[in-house]
């Protein structure tokens, strides 16, 4: 197997640099427009055959490092016990909005392999049909970004009914945030049993706290998962694999997110790579942080960027090569294909 992306997780020696892209299965693809053309987004998910097809394209197609899931980091607020819809260019809906005590007793922490089981079986049939190429990441959504799209019923500018939730109701707050913490442990378990080789938790609106209520707010229930996960990892009921933690607008709170006790740290673009580093400290292995929307610059000007990222790694005790969130749609795919190639070149020992 091609193990540069696990080995570089583990602060390994590799032999270049690896790259996967968040977002990399997606719309900027014509391949993942034409399966989608027959299907909805939730389909997709929920069709493990559909899931695994356009998990494997940008294997295919970029030749990356390591294969993310095809899912979505809402699909547990439905087995919680919330409507999900997507709406053609209007988003995520959930219905009800939790806003209130009722809305938050009537959900449950449920039972992954029960009520989630396309995502099982989406990664037990990628382990197969990847026969071992790359490493296939999992994923959940961090607590606190998954509450914002629970509390809000879908996605926010200014997230004032979760600030609201969090600032007038803080002990309904903490009930919400208690079950879907238990629900995000459950179900990266599962995925770890199924045959997750790493997990990423995305904390996409981590930034939008000052650094305390980031602590007490979000980080404090991803620390609680990444401390059961490893608890149930050493004692051998699930297996060792990297934990990465990504917060996108995170340079205000590389001195928390350094407590997170997550393997790999994500970061995004608006910090430069070794002021990152240095403040996470000793040992740092990261993952990042080209602009996305850098990629609508010519291939040659895609390049001087990549090699500013790559030297910038070089205090890392590992680098994984990434973009600072998710590929846009409208990206030019050749150039995301460059990318990968560059990357991979110009880290060559
Ligand atoms: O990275 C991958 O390729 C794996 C698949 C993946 C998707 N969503 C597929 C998707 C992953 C890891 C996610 C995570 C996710 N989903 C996040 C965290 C990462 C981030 O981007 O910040 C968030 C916040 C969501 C919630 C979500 N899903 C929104 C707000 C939307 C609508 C906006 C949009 O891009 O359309 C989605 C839909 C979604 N998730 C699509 C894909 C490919 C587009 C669906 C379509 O084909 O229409």
Same mark, same amino acid.
């Given at each position: 197997?091609?193990?540069?992306? /696990?080995?570089?997780?583990?602060?390994?020696?590799?032999?270049?640099t690896?790259?996967?892209?968040?977002?990399?299965a997606?719309?900027? /693809?014509?391949?993942?427009r034409?399966?989608r053309?027959?299907?909805?987004?939730?389909?997709?998910?929920?069709t493990?055959e559909?899931?695994?097809?356009?998990?494997?394209q940008?294997?295919? =197609?970029?030749? &990356?490092?390591?294969?993310?899931?095809?899912?979505?980091?809402l699909i547990?607020?439905?087995a919680?016990?919330?409507?999900?819809?997507?709406?053609?260019?209007?988003?995520?809906?959930l219905?009800?909005?939790?806003?209130?005590e009722?809305t938050? !007793?009537?959900?449950?922490?449920?039972d992954?392999?029960?009520?989630?089981?396309?995502?099982?079986?989406?990664?037990?049939?990628?382990?197969?049909?990847?026969t071992?190429?790359?490493?296939?990441? @999992?994923?959940?959504?961090?607590?606190?970004?998954?509450?914002?799209?629970?509390?809000? @019923? @879908?996605?926010?500018k200014?997230?004032?009914?979760?600030?609201?939730?969090?600032?007038?109701?803080?002990?309904?707050f903490k009930i919400l945030?208690?079950?879907?913490?238990?629900?995000?442990?459950?179900?990266?378990?599962a995925?770890?049993?199924?045959?997750?080789?790493?997990?990423?938790?995305?904390?996409?609106?981590?930034?939008?706290f000052c650094p305390?209520?980031?602590?007490?707010?979000?980080?404090?229930?991803?620390?609680?998962?990444?401390?059961?996960?490893?608890?149930?990892?050493?004692? @051998?009921?699930? !297996?060792t694999?990297?934990? =990465?933690?990504?917060?996108?607008?995170?340079a205000?709170? /590389?001195?928390?997110i350094?407590?997170?006790g997550?393997?790999?740290h994500?970061v995004?673009w608006?910090?430069?790579?070794?002021?990152?580093?240095s403040?996470?400290?000793?040992?740092?292995?990261?993952?990042? !942080?080209?602009?996305?929307?850098?990629?609508?610059?010519?291939?040659?000007k895609?390049? &001087?960027?990549?090699?500013?990222?790559?030297k910038r790694?070089?205090s890392?005790?590992?680098?994984?090569?990434n973009?600072?969130?998710?590929v846009?749609?409208?990206?030019p795919?050749?150039?995301?294909?460059?990318?990968?190639?560059i990357v991979h070149?110009?880290?060559?020992?």
């Amino acid at each position: 197997m091609n193990d540069t992306f /696990l080995k570089a997780c583990r602060g390994e020696e590799v032999p270049y640099t690896p790259i996967w892209i968040m977002r990399q299965a997606g719309r900027y /693809l014509t391949e993942y427009r034409e399966v989608r053309g027959k299907s909805n987004f939730l389909n997709m998910c929920k069709t493990p055959e559909l899931a695994a097809e356009v998990t494997l394209q940008p294997i295919d =197609i970029l030749g &990356v490092d390591a294969a993310i899931l095809f899912c979505d980091i809402l699909i547990p607020c439905e087995a919680m016990g919330q409507g999900l819809d997507f709406h053609e260019g209007k988003g995520p809906i959930l219905s009800p909005a939790i806003r209130d005590e009722e809305t938050v !007793n009537k959900l449950f922490v449920p039972d992954p392999e029960d009520t989630m089981k396309f995502v099982m079986d989406a990664i037990r049939l990628l382990r197969k049909e990847l026969t071992d190429r790359v490493p296939l990441i @999992g994923f959940a959504g961090a607590p606190f970004t998954t509450a914002t799209y629970m509390i809000e @019923g @879908g996605t926010s500018k200014n997230f004032l009914n979760t600030k609201m939730m969090i600032y007038q109701s803080p002990e309904l707050f903490k009930i919400l945030m208690d079950k879907i913490t238990a629900s995000i442990t459950e179900y990266l378990k599962a995925q770890i049993s199924a045959g997750a080789q790493a997990v990423q938790i995305f904390d996409t609106w981590g930034g939008i706290f000052c650094p305390a209520d980031f602590r007490e707010h979000a980080l404090s229930y991803v620390q609680k998962i990444i401390s059961d996960l490893k608890s149930a990892m050493s004692s @051998g009921t699930i !297996n060792t694999v990297p934990i =990465i933690y990504f917060v996108g607008e995170s340079a205000g709170l /590389l001195e928390e997110i350094k407590t997170s006790g997550a393997d790999v740290h994500g970061v995004d673009w608006r910090i430069n790579l070794d002021d990152a580093i240095s403040r996470l400290g000793d040992g740092a292995v990261v993952q990042g !942080n080209l602009d996305p929307l850098s990629m609508f610059l010519p291939p040659d000007k895609i390049e &001087v960027r990549v090699k500013d990222v790559l030297k910038r790694g070089e205090s890392a005790k590992g680098h994984i090569f990434n973009l600072g969130h998710g590929v846009v749609p409208q990206t030019p795919r050749d150039n995301v294909i460059a990318l990968v190639e560059i990357v991979h070149r110009l880290s060559k020992k």
